[in-house]
């Protein structure tokens, strides 16, 4: 199990009252039984100080990465809901590199390309079985079938009009513990660097996580913490 600390700050800390802390609605059938956490009020102690300790059981989970947040709430009407993201990998036999495909100020018409490389954590020959993109502007390169320690897959981009694109790689492997992967694909266009015409101010919560805006991604092997069951 891995487990890590966030603190509280603000300037209602004095008086603000916590009333309750949950993981986000949806992700509770999904993550419920691998993250747990425990508030620490310090304050009848003394101590100008809340934390919340945050425990991840990688046993529960399938090897590749996820997000998702706790919920505190609270009785301050600036911030009644504070949001702790989270962010994790649990290894398995199969790594990606870079974990996610990312097309930066792109202009339409003009194709891009970017590769991920599949590697074996434990030196095992898989292979890649198929690999497809569910969006037209994505297209991947012819790649090697043939079983290896590590593959690599180039993927094209011919970008329209649209501000953003957004898609999702799905890989087969033969790998038994890891037969799909899936790849996140994000893109934005090339934009003006005029001064916009006016401004805005982001308002910001008087209670929030400190620097610490979300978990430190977890790397831990479901191996090393027991059988699955």
């Known amino acids: 199990m891995t487990t890590q ?13 916590i009333k309750n802390v949950r993981l986000d609605t949806k992700d509770v059938e999904k993550y419920g039984k691998a993250i747990s956490w425990k508030l620490n009020d310090k304050r009848p102690q003394g101590e100008k100080k809340i934390t919340l300790d945050v425990t991840l059981d990688p046993a ?9 947040k706790i919920i505190i709430e ?7 809901l504070t949001e702790i ?14 974990p996610r495909i990312y097309y930066s100020n792109y202009e339409s018409g003009i194709m891009q390309v970017k590769e991920i490389k599949i590697e074996s954590n434990e030196g095992v020959e ?20 043939a079983a ?24 087969k492997t033969s790998s038994s513990e890891q037969p799909d992967l899936e790849v996140n694909i994000h893109g ?9 015409a006016g401004s805005s101010m ?4 008087k209670l929030s996580p400190n620097d610490l805006k979300h978990i430190e991604p977890m790397k831990s092997s479901p191996k090393s913490v027991g059988d699955r069951k």
């Open 148 to 171: 290896s320690i590590s593959h690599t897959l180039k993927v094209q981009f011919n970008p329209d009009d649209q501000d953003r694109a957004k898609a999702i790689l799905k890989v």
């Open 60 to 68: 529960t989970l399938s090897p590749g990465r996820f997000n998702s």
């Open 85 to 98: 993201q989270l962010a994790a990998e649990i290894l398995g036999p199969l790594t990606v590199v870079p």
């Open 74 to 80: 609270t009785d301050l009407e600036q911030a009644k």
């Open 126 to 145: 898989f292979q890649i079985l198929g690999a497809s993109v569910n969006n037209d502007r994505f297209t991947i390169e012819k790649f090697d079938t």
């Open 5 to 17: 600390s966030v603190e509280l700050t603000g300037k209602e800390l004095d008086t603000v009252k």
């Open 202 to 205: 982001e308002a910001r919560q």
């Open 188 to 196: 934005y266009k090339k934009r003006d660097r005029k001064s916009p």
